[in-house]
């Protein structure tokens, strides 16, 4: 079965200061891969996502994310941290079209003036 | 267009009782799954329902059950609850059964078992 792990449970950056958060799954072949972003008390909104092709993928609010087979990883990150990007990062993992998604635990960032 | 809408957003019961929650697709969406979310486990699947068929089931006791009806909204319902129910309650929808349409998730119902 396909697992992620999001070896940070916390980080903390400087607003202005560049971001990279990290995720590594489990899964024999090219999984679908996704980042979700969750602010406090809301439900989790959609990045961006992985399925093929170009490695490097560009989602919204000025994120991408790095496809890196060799390493199992899909690392997310900003160059610029705003204030507004305080929140709980998710990265999750589905091994086929429809098979449900698997969600890693999380990474809180903090942004500090 | 609208998005996806939970209700209650938050709710409080005691243990023994049961519980139901509802979920409104985004029009058009015809996927929706809903998840638990807790500090502890994290996000976790509890079920899919694709055209008022479950497709998936995650690994939860015979207490949570689900259904979709034919407009595409679905509820989920805990019977005899238990603290560790305590929970948010996330329900998302996609248009297809196919994951690289994306999830979208609704704000949750907080549930808490006391």
């Known amino acids: 079965a396909q697992s992620v792990t999001q070896p940070d449970i916390h980080i903390t950056v400087s607003e202005g200061a560049s971001l990279e958060l990290r995720c590594n799954y489990s899964y024999g072949a090219t999984p679908y891969l996704f980042w979700y972003v969750q602010s406090p008390g809301q439900g989790l909104q959609l990045l961006l996502k992985?399925?093929?092709?170009?490695?490097l993928v560009q989602g919204i609010k000025g994120f991408e994310a790095e496809f890196k087979r060799s390493q199992s990883s899909f690392n997310l990150r900003k160059p610029s941290v705003h204030w507004s990007d305080a929140a709980e990062y998710f990265c999750?993992?589905?091994?086929?079209?429809?098979?449900?998604?698997?969600f890693g635990k999380g990474t809180r960032l903090s942004v500090i003036a | 267009k609208a998005g996806v809408t939970q209700t209650p957003r938050y709710l409080i019961k005691t243990r023994g009782q049961q519980v139901t929650l509802s979920c409104s697709p985004i029009s058009g969406h015809r996927s929706v799954s809903w998840y638990q979310q807790t500090p502890g486990q994290g996000l976790q699947f509890l079920f899919e329902?694709?055209?008022?068929?479950?497709?998936n089931k995650g690994n939860f006791p015979g207490r949570f059950s689900g259904r979709q009806f034919s407009n595409s909204r679905s509820e989920m319902n805990v019977s005899t609850l238990e603290l560790g129910d305590s929970a948010l309650y996330l329900c998302a929808s996609s248009r297809t059964d196919r994951q690289r349409d994306g999830y979208t998730f609704g704000s949750g119902t907080r549930l808490t078992v006391v």
């Open positions: 999750a993992v589905a091994s086929s079209g429809n098979t449900p998604l698997v």
């Open positions: 329902y694709f055209s008022e068929t479950q497709r």
């Open positions: 992985y399925f093929s092709g170009d490695t």
